[in-house]
């Protein structure tokens, strides 16, 4: 069993940035595949990025890449999302989630197992 608790969201400019840590309880969550999803008002949970659990496979959704950078830190037992050169699109709550041991990145919200409660992430323009 995982928990997940995001922290990190709030309130800045366009162009600004922000940085998003999601905290996993669990001594296995280091094999755990792990993504960032968000979910804007009216609208589906899409895929931001994922990360496999040796950390060095990443993959990130087309609206993001180049701005924003997923990385996890096993001794910590996190995983976090920097996100730069923000955009008002980006405005959503931000959810982090867990796939069970040793499975490739999954794009699809149905591929993850666990879910944390998410942290708003509001970008003015």
């Known amino acids: 069993q995982v928990q997940l608790v995001e922290s990190g969201g709030g309130l800045v400019q366009a162009g600004g940035s922000l940085s998003l840590s999601c905290a996993a309880s669990?001594?296995?969550?280091?094999?755990?595949?792990t993504g960032w999803f968000r979910q804007a008002p009216g609208k589906e949970r899409e895929f931001v990025a994922g990360?496999?659990?040796?950390?060095?496979?990443?993959v990130y959704a087309d609206s993001v890449k180049g701005r924003f950078t997923i990385s996890r830190d096993s001794a910590k037992n996190t995983v976090n999302l920097q996100m730069n050169s923000l955009k008002p699109e980006d405005t959503a709550v931000y959810y982090c989630?867990?796939?069970?041991?040793?499975?490739?990145?999954?794009?699809?919200?149905?591929?993850?197992?666990?879910w944390g409660q998410g942290t708003q992430v509001t970008v003015s323009s």
């Open positions: 989630a867990a796939r069970r041991p040793f499975k490739v990145i999954g794009t699809s919200m149905y591929e993850y197992d666990y």
């Open positions: 669990g001594r296995t969550f280091s094999s755990y595949v």
């Open positions: 990360i496999n659990w040796t950390g060095r496979n990443t």
